[in-house]
């Protein structure tokens, strides 16, 4: 069986040197910690949010469409962010950027509930996630840093969490805040206790490395003036494009065709620069475009998989945070053992992580075929197979892809490697999150189209208004089991790419025992 090693690192410019290693002790694995933390509160900062909007608006007096524009900025402000993060960290030292961002982080979420109007609100919230989209990049670059070969998996596996762990948490989180204590405000104050956790953990944990602000001789003027602001407006057309009718609104077409053609820039850019923010150059390693397109595609699934579940019980069964919170624990709380569990299978040298991620594929594909049975009766207890399917799948294929991603980049590449990876990462879950909005619109009317159609034929509607909800209920059940189905299609069709990616060995630990 051929093998590969690590691609040689290939900067043409003045490389982003890698710092001496620091020993991995109590104190390091503290500061670590602290980078954790940070990212997942990021991460359910965006989530909790979104699922506390109605109580926001209720206590502010806001609209449906200043509501909906409250998470989409934030959400375009964290994809602005990604593809920078790391470049900035490496300038002005890892624990000076990252304890800057979450102090900014922490101060802008105190002042978020007091904001004088609308205007500031907004504002304050694309601040916020500005910071908190630079926070979450920063916890790979750090287990690619700082973590021993013997842990590295382990790192990997951690920020894997903040893709399978924290956005299944928020559901239990907003229903503690705005069900159980009943303030809005704690929507936004949340992250004040983790946030002063994670700053103290940096502070003292932490090492600090070397300011290098000569480096902003070199900088991509260029790219650093169009790929932000690109990726904001493409966010914000994707993300406002069904509530405004799409290209028929002046509005989302002026956004989606500059937003591309700032996109498109700043890759041109960033391909020829000599010290470019994201190294595209990577993209032609196979394990990488390749890993990319599954990461990307079970990202979608993965999002679905969240949404689904509360989509039912919220539209047909009315019901509120509270009540679907186990939905979110079901997956979220068992990932805390299965991370940890799946990076130690990873050092296994008889074990192929392609193998791996396969079997995760078809356990969700599973899932998803289990949810597409779904009825308008179904309750929390109906949906509990179908997320421990889930459960089981989500670390089986995250986890493997990202030792698969990794492992072809030489350790000075640790930042581009996550620029790439948590920006494409930002742009699935949006991509993610239309498919699923309009899939159920357009699915929704279609069925409801059927329905009003054959009760026409076979007599008329009798009491209009009575029948035509049980058919608007009928019609999401129905177009929610269409999506489980393109789900689980896509699932296993993703088997065939993630088995034609590159074989990696387990890595070679010292004084390693034979399995």
């Known amino acids: ?47 909790v949010g979104a699922l506390g909007l109605a109580d926001v608006q209720g206590a502010l007096g806001l609209g449906a469409d200043a509501g909906h524009l409250l998470g989409t900025v934030y959400t375009a402000a964290e994809l602005a962010a990604m593809p920078i993060a790391a470049w900035f960290g490496v300038t002005f030292s890892f624990r000076r950027f990252h304890l800057g961002l979450v102090a900014g982080f922490l101060a802008i979420g105190m002042l978020l509930p007091l904001a004088p109007n609308y205007g500031w609100l907004l504002a304050l919230r694309a601040l916020q996630g500005l910071l908190g989209g630079a926070m979450i990049p920063l916890l790979m670059t750090a287990a690619l840093r700082f973590l021993p070969a013997s842990i590295k ?7 894997s969490l903040t893709a399978t ?3 299944n948490l928020a559901t239990w ?44 001789r070199e900088i991509d003027w260029l790219g650093l003036a169009t790929g932000p602001l690109g990726l904001a407006l493409l966010a914000l057309g994707l993300l406002e494009g069904e509530r405004l009718n799409w290209l028929h609104s002046p509005a989302i077409t002026a956004a989606l065709i500059s937003g591309a053609a700032l996109f498109a820039a700043f890759l041109v850019s960033e391909w020829f620069h000599h010290l470019p923010f994201i ?70 040298k008889w074990l192929d992580a392609r193998h791996l991620m396969a079997l995760g594929l078809f356990i969700v594909a599973v899932g998803c075929f289990l949810g597409s049975y779904v009825t308008s009766e179904w309750m929390v207890e109906q949906f509990w197979t179908v997320q421990v399917c889930q459960t089981i799948g989500q670390p089986l294929v995250v986890i493997p892809l990202l030792f698969l991603i990794t492992g072809v980049a030489a350790p000075m590449e640790g930042p581009f490697v ?24 357009d699915r929704g009317a ?37 999506l489980y189905r393109l789900m689980a299609v896509i699932a296993v069709v993703l ?21």
Not at 153 to 159: R, T
Not at 186 to 205: D, K, N, S, T
Not at 448 to 459: E, F, P, Q
């Open 173 to 216: 989180l907003a229903s503690a805040w705005v069900d159980d204590l009943g303030d809005w405000r704690l929507v936004y104050w949340q992250i004040i206790p983790a946030g002063l956790l994670a700053l103290w953990a940096v502070w003292w944990g932490v090492p600090q490395d070397p300011v290098r602000t000569e480096r902003f």
């Open 153 to 159: 998996l382990h790192g990997l596996g951690l920020y």
């Open 495 to 515: 088997i065939v790419p993630t088995l034609c990616l590159q074989y990696l060995p387990a890595p070679s630990l010292p004084r390693q025992t034979k399995d």
């Open 1 to 47: 069986m051929t093998t590969i090693t690590h691609a040689p690192p290939s900067l043409d410019g003045p490389p982003v040197g890698a710092p001496p290693p620091v020993p991995f002790d109590f104190k390091l694995a503290t500061g670590l910690t602290g980078v954790l933390i940070a990212a997942m509160m990021s991460g359910l900062n965006n989530r």
């Open 446 to 482: 279609a069925h409801m189209r059927g329905m009003v159609d054959r009760a026409g034929r076979l007599g008329g509607l009798g009491d209009a208004h009575s029948l035509l909800e049980r058919f608007e209920v009928q019609a999401t059940t129905l177009a929610i089991a269409d």
């Open 418 to 441: 996550s620029g790439l990876v948590n920006m494409l990462r930002s742009i699935a879950t949006i991509l993610g999150s239309v498919i699923i909005q309009q899939g159920l619109i």
């Open 279 to 348: 190294k595209l150059q990577l993209l032609e390693r196979r394990n990488f475009w390749l890993a990319f397109i599954v990461f990307m595609g079970i990202l979608i699934v993965l999002l679905a998989s969240s949404a689904l579940p509360a989509d039912q019980l919220v539209h047909v069964q009315g019901f509120r945070p509270r009540e679907i919170a186990p939905i979110g624990l079901i997956v979220s709380l068992p990932q805390l053992v299965l991370a940890p569990i799946i990076s130690a299978l990873l050092y296994k």
């Open 165 to 167: 762990f924290a956005p």
